[in-house]
């Protein structure tokens, strides 16, 4: 696995001058053909990507942003970066790690991917950790899964003596065995932030705008939000009492995950507004993937409508009580 650039240069095969020029003119323009035509269609292939990414990125386009404490320009994801980075952080959770862990699978990824489940890298590479099938990082179908991906750089990371304690360098680079172990660290800054974030260390940090009127989610909204948030926290994030269903779920499209159940080892309340954070973060960072319209923790609530204030306070929140978080979905 190697981090970006993610296009190799062509390389002249070996051989020597007299062994090319005596093979015959046709065959000489067929492989002259074959290399035009090949190398037309990855800069196809990359111009169309940027395309992409223009348009879903640019002005006007659903944006998040992590507020800097103390001041300081905000740090900018897409949805898709946002939900990609929810999803190492959640994964990260399921497992029991620090946020050190999550910080260095989030620096890992930006550099490897920039946050984006690609399907091209170096070589073989693919993913947002650029895993590469033939070095035994699993199926190319495996890989492509973020919650498998980040669970298999966490597998790894783990295996590492005190990566905690390392430069994140260091310890990026024992896992990823990257060719530019020094570009990780560039992203060091914005990963420490993105994690205070995602782990609910910092409250409301993150923000984001959404188109609107929401798409609907159909009829099964809130089963789908149940779905993904079980898969990438694990089952006991919602209460098993329920049966794993979590509470009120109003015609399909609400589903309320009751914070004060979960089990923190240490019960305070600092802990417990941490993890209602955490998972109204998640819920935020996912919304324009699961078309969620309203989300509401303590006394805060973000709706899609008024996306551009963002998470607002208010006087009384009916919809949810200091350790429940409600996520209701658009019809």
């Not at 035509?37 to 196809?44: I, R, S, Y």
């Not at 507004?273 to 969620?292: K, M, P, Y």
Request: glycine residues 10%; hydrophobic residues 35%.
């Amino acid at each position: 696995m190697r981090s970006a650039p993610w296009i190799r240069p062509y390389r002249q095969p070996s051989g020597t001058l007299g062994s090319v020029s005596a093979q015959p003119v046709s065959r000489t323009r067929r492989k002259r053909l074959w290399r035009t035509f090949a190398a037309f269609a990855v800069l196809l292939g990359v111009a169309g990507y940027l395309l992409v990414q223009y348009v879903t990125s640019g002005p006007g386009a659903p944006r998040c942003t992590v507020r800097v404490q103390g001041g300081g320009d905000p740090y900018e994801l897409t949805p898709e970066q946002a939900a990609n980075a929810a999803t190492i952080s959640a994964v990260a959770s399921s497992r029991g790690l620090p946020e050190r862990a999550v910080t260095i699978a989030l620096a890992t990824a930006m550099q490897e991917s920039g946050l984006r489940n690609i399907n091209f890298g170096d070589r073989d590479s693919v993913g947002l950790f650029q895993q590469r099938p033939s070095q035994d990082w699993g199926t190319v179908k495996q890989i492509m899964d973020p919650v498998y991906s980040a669970g298999e750089f966490y597998r790894h990371l783990a295996k590492v003596p005190g990566y905690s304690r390392l430069p994140l360098t260091v310890a990026a680079q024992k896992v990823q065995r990257s060719g530019y172990p020094q570009a990780y660290a560039k992203h060091e800054a914005n990963a420490a932030l993105l994690t205070g974030a995602l782990t609910g260390r910092n409250g409301d940090a993150m923000s984001c705008t959404a188109s609107h009127p929401v798409d609907s989610a159909g009829a099964d909204g809130a089963a789908k939000v149940r779905e993904k948030l079980v898969r990438e926290f694990g089952a006991d994030v919602l209460p098993q009492a329920d049966g794993g269903a979590g509470r009120g779920a109003a015609g399909g499209r609400g589903l309320t995950v009751p914070v004060e159940r979960y089990q923190y080892g240490t019960a305070t309340e600092d802990n417990a507004r941490q993890r209602g954070w955490q998972l109204a973060t998640w819920a935020l960072a996912h919304s324009t993937e699961l078309h969620i319209e309203q989300i509401s923790y303590a006394d805060r609530t973000w709706t899609a409508a008024d996306s551009g204030k963002g998470w607002q306070r208010k006087a009384s929140a009916p919809e949810a009580t200091a350790g429940d978080v409600r996520i209701i979905t658009a019809q």
